[in-house]
């Protein structure tokens, strides 16, 4: 069974930092392309950021470039998005999944809130 589980989430003040991790099972992580996403109250889940499978490709939502990266630890099945220079506009919750032309189920995602 196909699994992502999303943490690392919280409060954080504006210009402050999170690190998310998604945790991945069920399926041969190193051989799928691996993307964060975000969604808020009433929007469409909105794509972050993406990594390739060996993790030297990377891209990015413009609204996030210069400020957030994306790596892989293929060993640990995992999943990372450092996020940096928070704004209050970077509040939602994070889910990964990977690139699938199938149909994968969302994990519960985490919650990040940039407030002051």
């Known amino acids: 069974q196909v699994q992502f589980v999303e943490s690392g989430g919280g409060l954080v003040q504006p210009g402050g930092s999170l690190r998310l991790s998604c945790a991945a099972s069920?399926?041969?992580?190193?051989?799928?392309?691996m993307s964060w996403y975000r969604q808020t109250p009433g929007k469409e889940r909105e794509l972050v950021a993406t990594?390739?499978?060996?993790?030297?490709?990377?891209n990015y939502a413009d609204s996030v470039k210069g400020r957030f990266t994306i790596s892989r630890d293929n060993a640990k099945n995992t999943v990372y998005l450092q996020m940096n220079s928070l704004k209050p506009e970077d509040t939602a919750v994070y889910y990964c999944?990977?690139?699938?032309?199938?149909?994968?189920?969302w994990g519960q995602g985490t919650q990040v809130t940039v407030s002051s």
């Open positions: 999944k990977r690139t699938y032309h199938g149909s994968d189920s």
């Open positions: 069920g399926f041969t992580f190193g051989s799928y392309v």
């Open positions: 990594v390739t499978t060996a993790g030297s490709g990377t």
